[in-house]
């Protein structure tokens, strides 16, 4: 499968707690992007990577957010101190030129 | 504040019927996507449009483009059962992050 891949598919956490979201964007791939969807909206844009550098973030993306690429592979997405607020799907993106979706981690704060 | 308004947000239409899809957008931008997300699955690339006047065509789904009058629609013909999904535009500005709309939901019905 050549796609971009996010683990785990699902997350049900308590409050409190922290998680990791992994993607692996499609190898040929230079741009990695992660949003946020909430139930009945569209993606919202988090924080994006050039390679292993992040370039841009989002004032969505408060202290308890972070985002790493190293070596400009694959890319985790860590949330700590997770609030009921946090739940949602979290989609990674890869792109070249045109955007490629995984498909997503649904997280669920309880 | 870029604001990318879709609209309408639910459209339910009958088999067989034509109807159109709108997006407007708050600030130039000459690139311009269409998305189909079903129930809990990812986003589903449908046109890229990359030039005022761009049109593209997709069996039943036609998408067309503005950049002067900063609108896009997607024209759907002859529904059929299988369209139903929510449909979304993106706006690509600096970096490649979008701004994704806030959806239109669409239920074919016999």
């Known amino acids: 499968d050549t796609g971009v891949s996010q683990n785990p598919r699902h997350k049900i956490t308590k409050r409190g707690q922290n998680v990791t979201f992994r993607c692996d964007p499609i190898s040929e791939h230079n741009r990695l992007y992660w949003y946020r969807q909430t139930l009945g909206q569209g993606p919202e844009f988090l924080t994006y990577f050039q390679n292993e550098a992040q370039l841009e973030k989002s004032r969505l993306l408060s202290d308890r957010f972070s985002a790493e690429r190293p070596k400009g592979s694959f890319s985790t997405l860590e949330i700590q101190r997770t609030e009921q607020g946090d739940s949602a799907m979290y989609l990674c993106?890869?792109?070249?030129?045109?955007?490629?979706f995984g498909s997503g981690t649904r997280l669920t704060v309880v | 504040e870029l604001k990318v308004e879709q609209n309408p947000l639910f459209l339910s239409m009958q088999e067989g019927k034509n109807y159109t899809i709108y997006c407007n957008y708050s600030t130039t931008s000459d690139r311009l996507y269409w998305y189909r997300q079903d129930p809990g699955k990812s986003l589903e690339s449908l046109f890229v449009?990359?030039?005022?006047?761009a049109v593209k065509q997709e069996g039943r789904l036609m998408a067309s483009l503005d950049t002067k009058a900063r609108l896009s629609t997607l024209h759907i013909t002859a529904a059929v059962h299988d369209l139903s999904a929510t449909y979304f535009c993106?706006?690509?500005?600096?970096?490649?992050?979008?701004?994704f709309g806030t959806g239109t939901s669409l239920t074919v019905i016999p």
């Open positions: 993106a706006v690509a500005v600096t970096g490649n992050q979008f701004y």
């Open positions: 449009l990359l030039s005022n006047g």
């Open positions: 993106a890869s792109t070249l030129y045109g955007y490629t």
